[in-house]
Nanobody, 124 residues
């Protein structure tokens, strides 16, 4: 089992920045990748970014490239999502997730463990 706890959400004006954190416990992450997804009410959960724990290779959805950065701190077992130049359309509940390396990194079905979610609201 992997337990994931997110933090860092909040309210920010358009153009501002937030950093989300997700701390994992319960199992080594060496065989996992970590992802961030987001959900807007009434819509499907959307892939945002992914990082492979062993190596650090990253992947992003096109809409956040050059604005968001996913990173990790091995010592703290924590993955981050630095969000810059935020737009109102980035408003969503953001979820951290962990999945076994080797699966599709975009697909939420590849992820076995999920955090509780953290609200990000961007005002115009």
């Amino acid at each position: 089992q992997v337990q994931l706890v997110e933090s860092g959400g909040g309210l920010v004006q358009a153009g501002g920045s937030l950093r989300l954190s997700c701390t994992a416990s319960g199992r080594t992450l060496s065989y996992y990748f970590m992802g961030w997804f987001r959900r807007v009410p009434g819509k499907e959960r959307e892939f945002v970014a992914n990082i492979i724990w062993n190596g650090g290779t990253t992947l992003y959805v096109d809409s956040v490239k050059d604005r968001f950065t996913i990173s990790k701190d091995n010592a703290k077992n924590t993955v981050y999502l630095q969000m810059n130049s935020l737009k109102p359309e980035d408003t969503a509940v953001y979820y951290c997730a962990a999945g076994l390396y080797g699966r599709s990194r975009h697909w939420e079905g590849s992820y076995d463990y999920w955090g509780q979610g953290t609200q990000v609201t961007v005002s115009s």
